[in-house]
């Protein structure tokens, strides 16, 4: 999936070569966009596990991609975000991605100081990739 951008010509990377893991997406009208990979083929457990905590307090708007590189499990993931580190609420509630699908996307417009994604599998592991994108002013 992506976009043409006719005023900078460039194509927003939805896959990112392994040895990166931020990248400025694109910048139109003034505004950037930051993908930060925060799972890299993370192996799921039966409980929930965390992916890297990004400091969301520079951003407008969030975008989130899970994709389950499973071919035969389903995983389950949920995203979480707090104003408080004390206090982590849901902004995605439990949803499952079976295996071999399209990645799963979310978007929120709530201020959040940190967010991070959470994930697990009920019956057999998967390898689970995970960004966020953010929007800068």
Do not use: C, D, P, W
């Given at each position: 999936?992506?976009?043409d951008f006719r005023k900078t010509g460039q194509e927003v990377p939805f896959s990112m070569p392994d040895q990166m893991d931020t990248h400025q997406a694109f910048k139109s009208k003034g505004?950037?966009?930051?993908?930060?990979?925060?799972?890299?083929?993370?192996?799921?457990?039966?409980?929930?596990?965390d992916s890297f905590v990004l400091d969301a307090?520079?951003?407008?708007?969030l975008g989130?991609?899970?994709?389950?590189k499973s071919a035969v499990n389903t995983c389950f993931w949920k995203i979480l975000g707090c104003v408080d580190p004390d206090f982590w609420e849901e902004i995605q509630s439990e949803t499952s991605i079976n295996a071999?699908?399209?990645p799963a996307m979310v978007q929120t417009t709530k201020p959040?100081?940190?967010?991070?994604?959470?994930v697990k599998s009920n019956s057999g592991a998967c390898f689970v990739d995970a960004f966020i994108?953010?929007?800068t002013p």
């Open positions: 999936m992506s976009a505004m950037g966009y930051k993908l930060k990979r925060v799972l890299k083929n993370h192996l799921t457990g039966a409980s929930y596990e307090r520079l951003f407008s708007n989130f991609i899970i994709k389950n071999a699908t399209q959040f100081l940190f967010v991070k994604i959470q994108v953010g929007k």
